[in-house]
């Protein structure tokens, strides 16, 4: 894939006879990380989850406190009761699982949102500059450190930054960010 990318743009540079004075590029993922409203979602999105965490442990301990005085019953205790009581035991526990598997579904589709939003601002952004520059392209790089913890993932972190080196004069990162910010 960036073999395509490289060839793609190396023909559109060729055919074209676009100069590296026509030419932009922004680092979105430093946008987003600098973008006013991301800290803000995060707080949001932190005081959410906090409240969460909060409304599970409190059915953590009636759980608890069920399995509690499931297990403090003796020997003559009814069979129906001790069998409802591990029910709602179970119950309870798949219902936390739920819980928690929703929160977490919910999160991610705050984050997902967000960072669409701020996609399309930096896009509407990045069309301006150019336009007022008079830019013919500007590209979307990874900047930053790479990561990852294991052979694979460094390699696909190195295999989504198809372009290596660009001058730095060509950055518009931080007046996108300037513009989105305001």
Do not use: C
């Not at 005085?69 to 129906?80: E, I, M, N, R, V």
């Not at 029910?87 to 705050?110: P, S, T, Y």
């Amino acid at each position: 894939m960036p073999r395509i990318a490289l060839a793609a743009l190396a023909i559109f540079v060729l055919v074209t006879g676009v100069s590296a004075q026509q030419m932009g590029w922004v680092d979105v993922q430093k946008v987003v990380n600098e973008y006013k409203k991301t800290k803000d979602l995060t707080d949001q999105l932190e005081k959410r989850m906090a409240a969460h965490l909060a409304s599970m442990a409190q059915e953590k301990q009636r759980i608890q406190a069920l399995a509690e005085s499931a297990d403090a019953t003796g020997a003559d205790a009814d069979p129906l009761k001790v069998l409802k009581d591990r029910r709602d035991i179970k119950l309870g526990e798949v219902g936390l699982e739920i819980m928690e598997a929703k929160a977490r579904f919910l999160l991610q589709q705050d984050v997902v949102a967000h960072v669409k939003k701020v996609y399309a601002e930096v896009l509407r952004e990045a069309e301006a500059i150019a336009r007022e520059r008079r830019l013919s392209v500007v590209f979307m790089v990874k900047g930053g450190e790479l990561e990852g913890r294991t052979r694979d993932e460094v390699m696909s972190n190195v295999l989504i930054r198809p372009i290596l080196f660009i001058d730095k004069t060509l950055d518009l990162t931080d007046e996108v960010i300037q513009r989105i910010n305001r």
